[in-house]
């Protein structure tokens, strides 16, 4: 007597579960687009964007994913170079200038209270309106998001904006302009670059070259749309964030680099996969 009724549940569950396990078409992924983990590779007294050539002539920098970027580093061996990124075709180059306490280097490695730091590259494209079509950063682009250079937070423009501290727990709410206290003893680093550009490379600094979207749009001088690209930095400072520095001076010249020695065909199938398709390829993607 009872068979009917449950074949009719039955049914029933089985159309439910279809209909919550099939993707909707046209609805967006959470976060289309994908980040690398690239741990620490060195630290030294150069920038081969700003002093080619010059090794020991620039502040501090910590370096992240190609293992040879140095003050001599060229386009071709980088590309043929190790990196520290999960994923292998990431031969990029990503750095920025030495978090510093009382003269002492406070290292974006290790842990705290048990907690483990990670360094973080986000490849996206939730700067621009929905459907924009995104290009792979061409080889050999070179740029850099802040100022080394800005005398007080206000000539640092994108502080507060793209440049900005906070915590690994993500407790701060905003984006505070300097670092700030932590209760995981675990601060953080974010650096955004603009990802608008004009079709001009330089093969040196192509920072005048790139520009940040407004309103979901580039402007009409920078049209072509790149991947927005986010460098964020963990470093195990304790639970106060007093004395911090950097290498370039105070905390309101925080700046950051990025070289593009990707595996470019590589590089061109994530962007295509993951951001034109939008889909959240996740960490550490193959390719």
């Given at each position: ?130 459907g924009t079509p995104v290009e792979p950063f061409p080889a050999d682009l070179r740029m850099i998001a802040g100022s080394s250079r800005a005398g007080s937070a206000a000539e640092n423009p994108q502080l507060g904006r793209e440049l900005y501290w906070g915590c690994s727990d993500n407790s701060v709410s905003g984006k ?40 979901g749009r580039c402007p009409a001088a920078f049209p072509r749309v790149l991947p927005r690209l986010i460098e964020r930095f963990e470093y195990p400072v304790g639970t106060s964030s007093a ?45």
């Amino acid at each position: 007597m009872h068979r009917k009724p449950l074949l009719l549940l039955t049914l029933l569950a089985s159309m439910l579960g279809g209909l919550l396990l099939t993707p909707t078409p046209g609805v967006s992924a959470a976060s289309p687009g994908w980040l690398v983990r690239c741990p620490l590779s060195h630290t030294a007294p150069e920038d081969p964007i700003t002093m080619p050539g010059t090794p020991g002539g620039a502040h501090n920098h910590d370096f992240f994913g190609n293992t040879s970027t140095g003050a001599f580093s060229t386009q071709a061996g980088m590309s043929a170079s190790a990196t520290t990124c999960g994923t292998a075709a990431d031969s990029a180059a990503y750095w920025i200038p030495t978090l510093v306490r009382k003269g002492a280097t406070v290292r974006p490695a290790g842990s705290y209270a048990g907690r483990s730091t990670r360094q973080q590259i986000y490849y996206r494209d939730n700067a621009v309106s929905a459907g924009t079509p995104v290009e792979p950063f061409p080889a050999d682009l070179r740029m850099i998001a802040g100022s080394s250079r800005a005398g007080s937070a206000a000539e640092n423009p994108q502080l507060g904006r793209e440049l900005y501290w906070g915590c690994s727990d993500n407790s701060v709410s905003g984006k505070p302009t300097a670092p700030v206290d932590c209760a995981s003893g675990i601060v953080t680093l974010h650096v955004g670059f603009p990802s608008c550009w004009n079709g001009v490379l330089s093969h040196r600094d192509d920072t005048a070259n790139m520009a940040y979207p407004s309103g979901g749009r580039c402007p009409a001088a920078f049209p072509r749309v790149l991947p927005r690209l986010i460098e964020r930095f963990e470093y195990p400072v304790g639970t106060s964030s007093a004395g911090l520095t950097l290498s370039s001076g105070p905390t309101w010249t925080v700046h950051a680099d990025f070289w593009n020695t990707w595996q470019q065909p590589a590089l061109a199938g994530l962007v295509e996969r993951c951001l034109n398709r939008d889909t959240d390829c996740g960490t550490n993607p193959a390719t």
